[in-house]
């Protein structure tokens, strides 16, 4: 009784290279796309100058296929993004959107609700080695204890502190803090 269908193509927004997604309380299918994956790291020029983006893809007319894509953040500094985790806020309409992309985490915030960000994202956290490359920071999702759950390739990290400086530095080394690791943080 299984069946197996497309949901979404290229034919849906353009979108294309979809290295992540996380699907909303409302069915809705956040994806990061890397079009200028490696681009950095092979000294080539971007695919898309203007930066890979953030999607929302829904099924707005309920047929069982995506029919409405969302630009929900673009930017020239978003570059090879691995990992998405949408968090509904519990009270209001809106929502933060934690993506992956060495050397950071990064938190965007949409307030109301609407499917754009309210601006540039925020850093969480900083320090992951890996950059434009898919053994950097990747793999988010909240667990079910509220916490922030995210994989951390073999280039480890180094001086992974949060955004504001407090705290203890973390630096790969071969006792505590081994690199190919799951970590686990609170959303704030």
Known sequence: GLELSLWASEEVGGFCNPTCMDVDHKGRVWVCESVNY???LHHQPPRRPEGDRILILEDAKGEGK???CTV???APEI???LGIAVAKDPVGPGYKVFVCQSPDILVFTDKNGVGKADGPPKKLLTGFNGIDHD???HGILIGPDMK????????GVKDLQSSDGKGRKFTS???DVRAGTIWRCDLD
């Open 79 to 81: 570059l090879a993004p």
């Open 173 to 175: 080394n071969e006792t």
């Open 148 to 155: 922030l759950y995210f994989s951390i390739g073999d280039p």
């Open 66 to 68: 995506a029919d409405k």
């Open 72 to 74: 929900f953040y673009q």
């Open 135 to 137: 053994h950097g920071v």
């Open 38 to 40: 490696r681009h950095t």
